[in-house]
């Protein structure tokens, strides 16, 4: 079945320092991939999306390029701010119709200080 | 209010207890979905609901576990006879229809922490 690895948290950083958490797919044909954040004290919300190969979708200033040959949809920012602190889930929905299931990651937990 | 709203946010029990979980969804959303995560695992889909249509209950774990939700209100998810393994996060969610998961359109409450002793 389809699945989602991102990489194990606890992420720690310091203001203006670059993040990348890495995020791999196993699906069949092309699925549609996302980005959600959960901020403390908060539901999931939508970051960013792609929805096929080479697309990069982007959102208050995190950006992941949907990459098919490498099966990765990795997130990265090039200066966190403290308010980036959240739980990251990289997730997938499959392509065709019927498919209303979200597979998420186990989610990143990123923390970053002053 | 404006989002999805869960109760309660935090439950105890004792393991063998039945519990009901309450979603109130955004308003106007017909589609309405339960997702768990445990501790160390990413969230797993569990049920969703389409309007009046038959629910794709096929994330369910075990015949223990049931939902209802009647048209596009609330929605509740009962857990019987309770496990120390059905502790979890139940999180809800909902969208105006079910092709807000292909678009990233969903609205997700904060949960219910579910602890079984």
């Known amino acids: 079945g389809d699945s989602v690895t991102q990489m194990e948290g606890p992420v720690t950083l310091s203001e203006e320092a670059c993040l990348t958490i890495n995020c791999t797919y196993t699906a069949t044909g092309y699925p549609s991939l996302f980005w959600y954040v959960q901020y403390p004290g908060e539901g999931l919300q939508l970051l960013l999306k792609?929805?096929?190969?080479?697309d990069k979708g982007s959102n208050k200033g995190f950006e992941a390029t949907y990459r098919k040959e490498t099966t990765s949809f990795h997130l990265e920012k090039g200066s966190v701010q403290v308010s980036d602190s959240a739980v990251y889930f990289c997730?997938?929905?499959?392509?065709?119709?019927?498919?209303?299931?979200?597979?998420f990651g186990k989610g990143t937990k990123l923390s970053v200080i002053p | 209010g404006a989002g999805v709203s869960q109760s309660p946010s935090n439950k105890v029990t004792e393991k063998g207890k039945d519990v009901e979980l309450r979603c109130d969804p955004i308003?106007?959303?017909?589609?309405l979905y339960w997702y768990r995560q445990r501790l160390g695992q990413g969230l797993e889909f569990l049920i969703y609901?389409?309007?009046?249509?038959?629910?794709?209950k096929s994330g369910l774990p075990s015949d223990r576990f049931s939902a209802e939700r009647t048209g596009e209100s609330v929605s509740t998810l009962t857990i019987q006879r309770t496990q120390q393994e059905d502790s979890a996060v139940y999180l809800c969610?909902?969208?105006?229809?079910?092709?807000?998961?292909?678009?990233?359109?969903?609205?997700f409450g904060e949960g219910s922490r579910l602890t079984v002793l």
């Open positions: 308003s106007g959303h017909t589609a």
């Open positions: 997730a997938l929905t499959p392509s065709g119709a019927g498919s209303y299931q979200l597979t």
């Open positions: 609901f389409q309007g009046n249509s038959a629910p794709d």
């Open positions: 969610a909902s969208s105006l229809s079910l092709a807000g998961v292909g678009t990233g359109e969903l609205f």
């Open positions: 792609a929805t096929k190969a080479d």
